[in-house]
C-alpha cells in the first residue's frame, strides 16, 4: 500500500509569535505534529477502505531537522504538507513542507520509530507499505 501525502490547514494564533511578530521557531515542531497525526489519520482511513488491518505500530520521533527558509506573520495562510520519503524496517523517514502564502517556509525531515507500548521495543512497520514518491 503506498501511503498518502497529506496537507494540513494551520491556524496561526497569537501565542505562536515571537517578540519580531513572526512565528517563533519553537512553534514549527508543533505544527509537524499535526501533520504527522494527519498522515496517520489518513493512513488509517486508506487501511479501511482497502479492508485491511488498521492497526498501525505507535510511533515516537527519533530525529527531526528543520530548516527555516523565511518568516510566517500572523497575516498569511498556513499550510503543510507531510509524506512519507522511506521506510526501513523499523523506521520510517517523513518529509513535511510549510508553506505561508504557498510559498515555502520550512522543510523538515523527521524520523519516527514503531514501538510497541507495552514492551518500550521497536516493532517492524508492515511490510506492503510504499512511500509516498
Known amino acids: 500500500m503506498k501511503l498518502p501525502r497529506v496537507k494540513t490547514d494551520i491556524q496561526i494564533r497569537f ?24 498522515l496517520y489519520l489518513a493512513i ?3 487501511l479501511k477502505e482497502l479492508d485491511l488491518d488498521t492497526n498501525q ?16 506573520k500572523i497575516s498569511h495562510t498556513v499550510h503543510l504538507e507531510t509524506w512519507c520519503e522511506k521506510i526501513g524496517n523499523k523506521s520510517m523517514t517523513l ?28 516493532v517492524n512497520y508492515p511490510v506492503d507499505w510504499e512511500p509516498t514518491q
Open 15 to 38: 501565542t505562536d509569535l515571537d517578540q519580531l511578530g513572526h512565528v517563533s521557531n519553537s512553534m514549527y515542531a508543533q505544527y509537524l505534529d499535526l501533520g504527522r497525526i494527519d
Open 95 to 122: 518529509c513535511q513542507e510549510v508553506y505561508a502564502d504557498n510559498e515555502c517556509a520550512a522543510k523538515a525531515t523527521v524520523i519516527v520509530v514503531a514501538i510497541d507500548p507495552n514492551t518500550r521495543q521497536t
Open 44 to 46: 488509517e482511513k486508506k
Open 57 to 72: 505500530p505507535l510511533e515516537v520521533v527519533a530525529s527531526m531537522k528543520i530548516d527555516y527558509l523565511r518568516e510566517i
